[in-house]
């Protein structure tokens, strides 16, 4: 259902920005694409990984961003039109490639797409990816709706073609995650083979070569510079004014929304900035002639605003230059934002916006709703097996958490992620945690992240003795980003299947003597498996490692529905209950609630099964009343 | 691409806890615009928010450039339950029309506190918003399909003919039946008929 990405040419379909950045690939004709899942860029593979077959393009999932980065990299240099795509905090894992792409430059189109992702809807940090493209001397375009979003990709790959020369193309979660109508192009010859020429050593960065490259990049950014008042995304729209507004990517829509709601369309100049690294510097001069006042309005850092001061200086322009000190610094931008800004920059602060918020007398105490591990979730049942394992031993532990859903085990109940910074931080902070205090790290990671970023850390652990209980949370998926598949699983992004690489067998095959699987399903054993492994790290002073194995609980549920297989049912018997609240408040399982008198009631439609309440009810008052179908068991392994 | 001009923007707010079906509601009601060449902007909050947090789409049909409402902005809040509902009366204005399942998720917190149905209806019933009131839950289990709450909310939508200029329950249909296979499909419709003959009883 939905699938609108390979509607015939000409039609129109409702795209979410993900898949019109896709479709624009395809339509420049892109025959290779890789990616590491992360939201809010993970949908544009996937959307390729779908039409892959159908149309001869070479896509995949790749091991972290930095390898994605190089996979299509080798693609653009081997003559293969490629895309690459990644969350921001993506880019900083492939940074090192990213600068020497500059250097080297390509020799078809290539387009590096960052999404990111301000107000930190699904992210650590807020950080402006524009700033890449300044780093490293990389142009970066924008867009501000899907339809926009799919033009601009594929000219993208021009220009990026026509100067040799890598091109990133910022996206944010308000654009990768709207939907919008698109109308669809021709889809041109793919071409996925090409060869790699081996010429004058161009490719190869020693310094001798990097020296002489450094020059040409100068020389080629000067181009770029030129070359950006050419596409035609930049546009101003005059309407005599002596006012100009100035709108970086997907800010050009909220001004236009705010200025119409304001009644002040067409009235004020307005600059569409799609190229703000490098600035159209030409463009900027011709929309600021006769101009008194400008307001800058971009989302996150001040990049344009910067560049726009920097040309009225070196211009001697006598202007009043607003930007930040009137559109927030932090968060997305919104109409209402923007028509502040607006209405200060217009000293009109004495009109108020004509939004007029419902009021309530009556205020209730709402809770919050923070996510949560799912029904059945296997990390809910590992927290509390750890936990418990933890109490038991009377250990002083330090929580070492990394990106994935288990990173919910930072809330309560279970407060265990003590510090979570980026992807392959578990084992990397208990590296030096290990040495510099007297506690224990456990450095909990997910099957995922242990490929993507844990497993160099992990070498240094052992190389370093640093006495740390790793725990590999393999639930057979990227779960956090919608299950995408990864090297644990044996399955390709295009659904073939390939080799299935074990964690155990890794972490046995780089020195670790204490190795042990266990399923978290089957509490008592996980506990005392646990308890064992503390043990050793505490006494033997090495690391240990517990692969704890159990399939997404919500990739499983889907299964069995699609299959119409029926989970096992579990009711808790009232009388038994002691109202102890074990199940609803220390476990935190969702499929479980409280009734007003404190016994514990199973929600049905949301219970998927998994039987840990029935196993850790002190007073046995949960009970299997109905088995599962014939074959639901074998669909979690 | 034709686009009708000049039209005013109608603001849509769905609002509920992640797994209800709320970005599959607004994709329905996105596709069924495109397909009639109305324009539409739609937002969506995925990632962590699936995990049952609390998620919003904001839907814009019309002729908007950006996606998202302003507070005060909505037209009408489909909520799929109660507090978040009042948790997103902030783009509610006083003409808004507030359609509501009468339904509290409780959120995985421990020891969580919660507020009553009646404490919220109340609340919102007494400002000036248009309140329609629907047991999603039950009218979609009557149409043999107890998670399409989603599909009675968009009845419920379609019968305060908000929508008429533009998108009409035959639409909705119509994408409904090629979008899900056979058998879903007519459940699904069924499960929108309820809530659209249920929401005709309220008068607004």
């Known amino acids: 259902m939905f699938r609108g990405v390979l509607a015939p040419p000409g039609t129109h379909v409702l795209l979410l920005g993900n898949e019109a950045i896709a479709r624009g690939a395809i339509e420049a004709g892109i025959g290779f694409a890789a990616a590491y899942p992360g939201t809010p860029s993970t949908e544009i593979i996937e959307t390729l990984g779908r039409v892959a077959g159908k149309l001869g393009i070479y896509v995949e999932w790749s091991t972290n961003e930095k390898v994605a980065f190089e996979a299509a990299y080798g693609a653009a240099i081997s003559n293969v039109r490629s895309l690459v795509a990644m969350k921001h905090v993506g880019l900083n894992v492939a940074a090192d490639p990213l600068m020497s792409s500059a250097y080297t430059g390509v020799r078809v189109g290539f387009v590096i797409v960052s999404a990111d992702d301000p107000s930190m809807w699904s992210s650590q940090n807020e950080q402006d990816n524009r700033y890449y493209g300044l780093h490293a001397f990389i142009p970066v375009f924008e867009a501000y709706n899907p339809a926009e979003a799919k033009e601009v990709v594929k000219f993208a790959f021009d220009f990026s073609e026509k100067h040799k020369h890598p091109v990133i193309f910022r996206s944010t979660t308000r654009l990768s995650h709207s939907r919008g109508p698109v109308t669809l192009g021709e889809i041109p010859k793919i071409k996925s083979k090409g060869e790699y020429i081996k010429d004058a050593g161009e490719f190869t960065l020693i310094p001798q070569v990097s020296r002489k490259l450094r020059v040409k990049l100068l020389e080629k950014w000067s181009k770029i510079r030129e070359d950006v008042n050419n596409v035609p995304f930049n546009r101003i729209e005059d309407y005599g004014s002596k006012n100009l507004i100035i709108a970086s990517g997907m800010a050009y829509g909220y001004v236009k929304d705010a200025l119409k709601s304001l009644k002040l369309n067409d009235q004020i100049n307005i600059l569409k900035i799609a190229t703000p690294v490098p600035i159209p510097e030409k463009i ?51 109409i209402d934002n923007v028509a502040n800004a607006i209405l200060k920059f217009m000293k009109k602060e004495n009109l108020s916006l004509p939004w007029k918020p419902l009021e309530i007398t009556r205020k209730i105490e709402i809770p919050r709703r923070p996510p949560t591990l799912c029904p059945g979730c296997p990390h809910r049942a590992m927290f509390y097996a750890l936990k418990k394992a933890v109490s ?186 002691k109202a102890c609240g074990i199940c609803y408040n220390l476990f935190g399982c969702p499929a479980i609630t409280p009734k007003p008198d404190g016994k514990a009631e199973i929600i049905q439609e949301q219970c998927i099964g998994c039987s840990v309440c029935a196993q850790l009810c002190p007073f046995n008052a949960i009970k299997m009343i109905e088995k599962g179908s014939k074959g639901w068991d074998e669909l979690w392994f | 691409m034709v686009l009708k001009s000049d039209e005013k923007i109608i603001n849509l707010i769905v609002c509920g806890v992640g797994g ?55 037209d009408v809040i489909i909520g799929l339950e109660l507090i978040e509902t009042y948790r997103n009366l902030e783009y509610a204005h006083s003409n808004s029309i507030i359609i509501v399942n009468n339904r509290i998720i409780r959120p995985a917190i421990p020891k969580v506190k919660l507020p009553r149905e009646e404490e919220i209806l109340e609340a919102i019933n007494a400002t000036n918003v248009k309140l329609i009131v629907i047991d999603a839950l039950e009218n979609a289990r009557k149409a043999g399909i107890p998670i399409a709450e989603n599909m009675v909310m968009l009845g419920a939508l379609m019968a305060t003919e908000i929508l008429q200029e533009y998108i009409t329950i035959s639409d909705i249909e119509e994408v409904i039946t090629e979008v899900f296979p056979e058998n879903l499909a007519r459940k699904n419709i069924k499960a929108l008929r309820f809530g659209y003959e249920t929401a005709k009883q309220f008068k607004i």
């Open chain 1, 284 to 334: 900027v001069l011709k929309a600021l002639e006769n101009i008194e006042k400008v307001l800058i309005v971009e989302e996150i850092e001040p990049i344009v605003e910067n560049e726009v001061k920097r040309i009225a200086f070196e211009n001697n322009l006598n202007l009043e230059i607003h930007g930040k000190d009137y559109v927030p610094k932090r968060g997305e931008l919104t």
């Open chain 2, 20 to 74: 209800q079906g709320l970005i599959t509601l607004a994709r329905i009601i996105g596709i069924t615009a495109v397909k009639k060449n109305i324009k539409v902007l739609m937002s969506e909050i995925h990632g962590m928010a699936q995990r049952g947090g609390q998620v919003v789409v904001h839907i814009r049909i019309g002729k908007p450039e950006s996606p998202l409402i302003p507070h005060g902005g909505a």
């Open chain 1, 392 to 577: 038991k031993k009377k250990i002083n532990p330090i929580y070492c958490g990394d990106i994935g859903c288990y990173s919910l085990g930072a809330l309560p109940p279970f407060k265990a992620q003590d510090c979570l910074i980026e992807m392959g931080g578990s084992i990397g902070l208990a590296n030096g945690l290990a040495h510099t205090t007297n506690q224990t790290p456990i450095a909990i990671m997910g099957d995922s992240t242990f490929f993507h970023a844990c497993i160099p850390g992990l070498i240094n652990a052992i190389y370093n003795d640093a006495p740390t209980l790793v725990l590999v949370l393999d639930n057979r998926t990227t779960a956090m980003t919608g299950h995408q598949p990864h090297p644990g699983t044996g399955i390709k992004v295009t659904g073939e299947k390939t080799a299935i690489i074990y964690p155990e067998k890794i972490a046995e095959g780089i020195g670790i003597k204490h190795v042990d699987v266990i399923d978290p399903y089957n509490l008592n054993e996980s506990i005392d498996k646990i308890e064992k492994a503390i043990d050793y790290v505490v006494n033997q002073r090495k690391i240990a490692a517990i692969i704890v194995r159990r399939a997404c609980a919500l990739l499983i549920s889907a299964m069995a529905r699609r299959r119409e297989l029926r989970s096992p049912k579990y009711q808790v018997m009232t009388e038994e209950c």
